[in-house]
């Protein structure tokens, strides 16, 4: 008899696994069909792996390969246009840092098997979406910390060297122009959600010439956030997609009712003047004004604004991914969403 209790219980939570996996996989649409596999293109090592050849080769070689990429490479995150594209190739090959970096992304990205399955996963979610959606080239570098992810015609570029782990030795060498609130999401895992980020704002989501308002800019970054929900990896953290720390998105889910009243007390929805909004919008170690000993969460804006979209989303079932996107109006959107959190 306890045998047979065993069983069931065995059975049921069985059961109830299944129920849980087929539930949290119904949320998303099948796309096992799409037919993509996509590759990053090692530039990286094609250029280190021709140090000791000839410049003038090389450089016909990468030119005919590389086209615009290359001589954005040459002239725009290396070198500058008044060098030759042999003169820049020389002094590179030369250059000792260029080989001890290269060396250390080596290290860390011996193949990128892990991004190219994630990007994999994410442009057929995208393709899923937006059918007509060209996919870039994609196409890994290394500028010594000049470029992270440029975009260009037809390219997207990763900077790996900006990739290396949060506790790399260079990035303690170059804090003084890139401070470690900024280094410390420069690891591995970032770089499936940075290109999917990159892609849309550049390529699918232009931001429109309208948005003025902090609240249109919230809405706007709210909606971008709500996106890559919809198509990047699902084990991918809502922290390493807005880039905060854990202490950081606890930080903002603890506070969200005293944020929220912040900006209505301070009436700064609907403020116009650039330098205010960007407090609230950009990169930061905090968010001045919020928080005490400066242990607030930056780009409060961005983050609220992710949450009102995604109120909008749950309290309007009806509404399509690609409605919400074609969707410019904040305001409704806001009321729509009966966003009230409660203060602590």
């Not at 009243?261 to 330098?275: C, R, V």
């Not at 749950?314 to 009966?338: F, Y």
Request: proline share 5%; hydrophobic share 35%; charged share 25%.
């Amino acid at each position: 008899m306890i045998d047979n209790v065993k069983h069931r219980q065995i059975y049921l939570i069985f059961l109830f696994a299944i129920a849980f996996i087929s539930c949290k996989q119904a949320n998303r649409p099948d796309v096992s069909n799409i037919n993509l596999d996509i590759k990053i293109d090692r530039f990286d090592h094609i250029l280190y792996a021709a140090k000791n050849r000839n410049a003038s080769e090389v450089n016909q070689m990468l030119t005919k390969s590389y086209g615009l990429f290359y001589e954005d490479y040459i002239h725009r995150m290396i070198g500058s246009p008044e060098y030759s594209n042999d003169e820049v190739l020389s002094t590179l090959f030369k250059d000792q840092a260029y080989a001890d970096l290269t060396k250390d992304v080596d290290s860390v990205f011996p193949n990128l098997k892990l991004q190219e399955a994630g990007l994999t996963q994410t442009f057929k979610y995208i393709k899923y979406y937006y059918p007509k959606a060209k996919i870039p080239k994609f196409i890994s570098f290394v500028s010594g910390f000049a470029y992270q992810m440029p975009v260009g015609d037809q390219y997207l570029g990763i900077g790996l060297d900006m990739f290396l782990g949060k506790d790399s030795k260079f990035y303690k060498a170059i804090v003084q122009s890139v401070p470690l609130y900024l280094s410390r999401r420069f690891t591995p895992e970032y770089i499936v959600p940075r290109v999917a980020e990159t892609y849309a704002h550049e390529e699918l989501f232009p931001e429109p010439d309208e948005n003025r308002t902090l609240l249109s800019k919230m809405i706007f970054q709210g909606k971008i956030l709500y996106f890559l929900d919809q198509v990047l990896p699902e084990n991918i953290t809502d922290s390493v997609k807005i880039g905060y720390s854990t202490e950081q998105l606890q930080w903002a889910q603890q506070f969200e009712g005293d944020i929220w009243a912040y900006f209505l007390e301070k009436n700064y929805l609907y403020e116009t003047d650039y330098q205010k909004l960007q407090v609230f919008l950009s990169e930061g170690p905090f968010t001045p004004g919020l928080g005490e000993n400066r242990d607030s969460a930056p780009k409060l804006g961005v983050w609220t604004g992710w949450q009102i979209v995604r109120k909008y989303m749950d309290e309007n079932p009806q509404v399509t991914l690609q409605q919400l996107m074609a969707d410019h109006d904040a305001q409704k959107i806001l009321n729509q969403s009966k966003y009230k959190p409660k203060q602590k």
